[in-house]
């Protein structure tokens, strides 16, 4: 359809979009509260439902843990291509829950903007693939090109379990492109491609010193704390350029190409960061840009730190362990098993005399992906993006990782393209989450516009 | 009495004392649970209906918290020395609850050792102390020297409350020689003076980087993460040879005398060590040996830590904030206020570009203490010591503090010596804690033994 259709189309199924869209949110999906898990599986019965009701086959995967919704509608005929879109209907859990101002999943509109757990990430996104496909279905009664739907409910937590049936799902993922429809863009009308996501591994490291707590009066001095022994291997991690330590860590690391560093390097406001998270960008590698350093130079971070006494008052304690939780990010050509495996040898072997150590690397790493700007599903997107936005399309990287998207595109055999409508401010994973109706409407016109061009001759 | 004697009063009085000891033990005098604050309070009244039963002149010291017991008897006369002798019935919580294989308050005897929280410190140490007193006065009606008690219901909260009222009891609390009974001996069989504590002050620290928490992902490498930067400041507080390096810690340390030195010094088996611990003991100023490391040199030493993540599994979080509780023990001529002041001026001031420290030093700290040996009150217990254990006295150094210490023999003016029958697998503060029977014994004696000493011109 062409864009003026789309848009009819879209005006006159706007209240039945959002009444959806807020039976959609309502279903309370947390992936990671197991003892909820039937909730979950509502929330995908009722995606494979509106799938059903649309014309498209559908199928409700097992996992080990939350069922995948397949489908696909296969009828556009050999010569036209076949896109694999993934999005995820499992949602972050929604503590602090007394920051909500409006119940996570009692879905509210303000100043235009759906307010729920969710709201983005990625119900608001899977619902407008999903409203657009039924408005093709509707007016048309056909798509322009094959399109196939992975949609998961682990994203959240790893994609655990979702990831095990890629390899005997081989031949239903089978596809030219892959779609992942989960991520943003950088301001309001600034449309944008994304190009990359970093790969991530995560890692633990216990360091032990004594078989238990001491008395710090009786023993400080004589055995080495392992809150000091962690606190300086932590510190070794890192030179005072921000250069990671870890012998190998940037062994397969390749310097991006000036074209793609320019992209990367574009609009970065020192002030701006600061003012909006309060901390100046001065963290990690100083010999790259805070842009680079957060999309496509790895890093390793410590997320969690913990030993000894840590409640109200003081406890004079030497605790016989200290933790950490440290993930890696990873570029293209890094491994990230790998690159943990590295990252806790160098631990291990850095430990200072007294304290023993102990690294587990943890299961479901997922390497960087890439797409490329000169690939055709990249430019569909592109064009549908600028012909929705009247505005030029920007290519960007983003930092995160979505791990299953590299087991995702070797399972379809598709060439990636990273794509959605977040914003950087939607509260994604915090309280009052939010995703607005206009982003709505772009999301159904940009993939109703994309199918189109991706079913035309280059 | 001589020795004879008292052991004959001993065993005629042993079922009686076991039976009282029970009663004591009982109390949940856990002084930090501010909740139970009237149990505290009844043990208090217990201790003191005791010493009223005894002949003693009685006060019950209100404090801000649990009350003090104060009692004297000073009918020796004025040519006769007056000892004011240190307790505390208060006692440490009893968590982890389920490791304790009787309940913490129902003393039970197994093999010869009473098993309850506070059997030791300090209700052990108390209750010998208080029987000695009964059985002097039941079987002479008199003592030896004029004695004079201060038992404590906030030592295992750093005396809180009891500190602040000793300035207005000074007049009450003259006395020639103040004894702290809540110290140790190394060996079972080894009796020992201690001639030293160390002095404590503590201080928390806040390390912040953004105004909330990041998700690593989008910005790990653009700011510093607080973690990395608490790690780095913590590992900036000692060298490679575990000297301290904030500026000015050490300036007021005075090296021990030789004599002091080999005193300290003697009798470590770093094997023994290792075997009772599980660790090597080979942490702080390797400059130092253990035991003095221990016992006589200032130490700076992280006791809590925390930040970010800790749970189950993984999140990709960058916090807003790390925090790390931090102590300082200091030796003789070392202000600890001052001390910790410095350590957090230099925290500060190492503090990496990104992030902002907050530093509190706490209120409570306390200087260390010394005993001399040539002193009559330490000679005293020395004689009493090596009269009951047919041993050689030693005399040892402690690395712990009691806070309250310096500020008593301030006010009291007495002569301090630090004295008690605990040993090191007396599993004080932790589950099953235990003191022996025979301990209660040779306690009793030690006391009564004690007095008479102080009672004989030198």
């Known amino acids: 359809m ?28 947390i992936s990671s509260e197991l003892e909820q898990a039937p909730k979950v599986r509502e929330c995908g019965d009722w995606v494979q439902g509106f799938l059903d009701g649309i014309g498209f086959h559908t199928e409700l995967w097992e996992t080990m843990l939350h069922p995948v919704i397949f489908a696909q509608w296969t009828d556009a005929g050999e010569d036209k291509p076949t896109i694999l879109i993934y999005n ?56 322009p090109v094959n399109v196939k739907l992975f949609i998961e409910g682990a994203e959240e937590i790893g994609s655990t379990g979702s990831s095990n049936i890629l390899e005997q799902k081989k031949e239903d993922l089978k596809a030219d492109y892959l779609a992942i429809v989960d991520m943003g863009i950088h301001r309001p009308n600034e449309p944008a491609v994304t190009l990359g996501v970093r790969g991530i591994s995560t890692l633990e490291v216990e360091v032990q010193g004594s078989n238990t707590d001491l008395h710090s009066g009786s023993h400080g001095g004589i055995v080495y704390n392992p809150l000091h022994a962690l606190s300086e291997m932590i510190a070794k991690l890192r030179d005072e350029e921000g250069t990671v330590l870890v012998p190998g860590f940037y062994d397969d ?67 016989a362990k200290a933790h950490a939780k440290i993930s890696c990010r990873v570029v293209p050509h890094q491994d990230p098993d790998q690159t943990a495996r590295l990252v806790g040898d160098y631990l291990e072997e850095i430990a200072p005399e ?14 960087a992906v890439r797409a490329s700007v000169d690939s055709k ?14 505005k030029p399309c920007k290519y960007i990287f983003e930092g995160g990782s979505i791990p299953i998207v590299p087991a995702l595109a070797d399972a379809s055999g598709g060439e990636v393209v990273l794509v959605g409508l977040g914003l950087p401010d939607d509260q994604i994973h915090a309280p009052n989450e939010h995703f607005g109706l206009d982003r709505i409407e772009r999301g159904v016109l940009l993939i109703g516009r994309t199918l189109d061009y991706l079913s035309q001759e280059v």
């Open 354 to 367: 007294g304290v023993k150590v102990k690294v587990n690397v943890h299961q479901g790493a997922g390497g």
């Open 253 to 319: 690391v390749e310097e991006l190409s000036d074209e793609d560093r320019n992209r990367v390097c574009l609009e970065f406001s020192e002030n701006e960061y600061e003012e909006m998270f309060g901390a100046k960008p001065v963290g990690g590698e100083r010999a790259y840009s805070p842009v680079e350093r957060a999309c496509v130079r790895p890093t390793v971070e410590v997320n969690g730190l913990w030993g000894g006494y840590t409640g109200d008052g003081f406890k004079t304690v030497i605790p």
């Open 2 to 29: 062409k864009l003026d259709q789309l848009q009819k189309a879209y005006d006159e199924s706007r209240d039945k979009a959002i009444e959806d869209f807020f039976t959609f949110l309502k279903f309370q999906s």
């Open 88 to 143: 995820h209907y499992d949602v972050q859990p929604v503590d602090p829950i007394e920051e909500w101002e409006s119940g996570p999943f009692e879905p509210t509109i303000r100043d235009g903007e759906v307010y729920a757990r969710g709201a983005q990430d990625n119900k608001g996104q899977c619902f407008y693939v999903l409203h657009a496909l039924r408005l093709l279905m509707e007016k048309e009664g056909k798509l």
């Open 377 to 390: 599903v990249v430019k569909a997107f592109a064009n549908a993006y600028e012909e929705i936005f009247r």
